[in-house]
Structure formats: structure tokens, C-alpha cells
Nanobody
Framework: QVQLVETGGGLVQPGGSLRLSCAASGSIFRVNDMGWYRQAPGKRRELVATITREGSTDYADSVKNRFTISRDDANNTMQLQMNSLKPEDTAVYYC???????????????WGQGTQVTVSP
């Protein structure tokens, strides 16, 4: 079993910053790609940012130059630093982690429970 725990969401004013964290635990052999996604009310879940094991990153155009994704493979954690937040960034943010379990090296593709980010005056 692999579990993901997200922390760091909350209410922030426009122009403010928040830092999200995602910690993976359980029977993990190796973590590969990690990513953040978000879903606003009435909208489909969309990609925010991803990071490969090698450190290559990809961002949605709407968050480029404002958000930064990073990872700590020693602790199987991932962070999303969000600066210059806008009301349109309001959504539930989900972390996604892909990798291999220790048992039989089976692959996993796990989602976190989501954390609410609200940007409002």
C-alpha cells in the first residue's frame, strides 16, 4: 500500500503565496514521476505541474513563472511553491505519484485526497 498526504492548503489573498507538500509513504521501492493537479468547481481536473525523477519539470501555461515544483527523493516528498496567487487559482489541489512498490516491484499510480486552495480578498 502507498499513501499520500497533502498539506499546506488554505485561504490567501490575491498576490499572496502558499506552499503545498505531498508525502508518500508505504511499501515504496522507487518513485518516478510526481505531479500536482487541480480541479475547480464545475471544471475538469487539470495538470498544474509535473517533475520527473531526473528533475525535468513541466508547467501549465497559466502557472508558469509563478509556481515552482520540487521534490526530495530521500524522503519521497514533493512541494509546490505558489506565488502571486490569483482568484482563478482557487481549486482543490491533488498530488499524484507514480512508481514501483517493494513487493514484486509492482507499479503504482496514487492520488492524494486533495487540499483546498482559496484565493480571495
Amino acid at each position: 500500500q502507498v499513501q499520500l498526504v497533502e498539506t499546506g492548503g488554505g485561504l490567501v489573498q490575491p498576490g499572496g503565496s502558499l506552499r503545498l507538500s505531498c508525502a508518500a509513504s508505504g511499501s515504496i521501492f522507487r518513485v518516478n514521476d510526481m505531479g500536482w493537479y487541480r480541479q475547480a468547481p464545475g471544471k475538469r481536473r487539470e495538470l498544474v505541474a509535473t517533475i520527473t525523477r531526473e528533475g525535468s519539470t513541466d508547467y501549465a501555461d497559466s502557472v508558469k513563472n509563478r509556481f515552482t515544483i520540487s521534490r526530495d527523493d530521500a524522503n519521497n516528498t514533493m512541494q509546490l511553491q505558489m506565488n502571486s496567487l490569483k482568484p482563478e487559482d482557487t481549486a482543490v489541489y491533488y498530488c499524484n505519484v507514480k512508481g514501483y512498490r517493494r513487493r514484486y516491484y509492482l507499479s503504482f499510480d496514487q492520488w492524494g485526497q486533495g487540499t483546498q486552495v482559496t484565493v480571495s480578498p
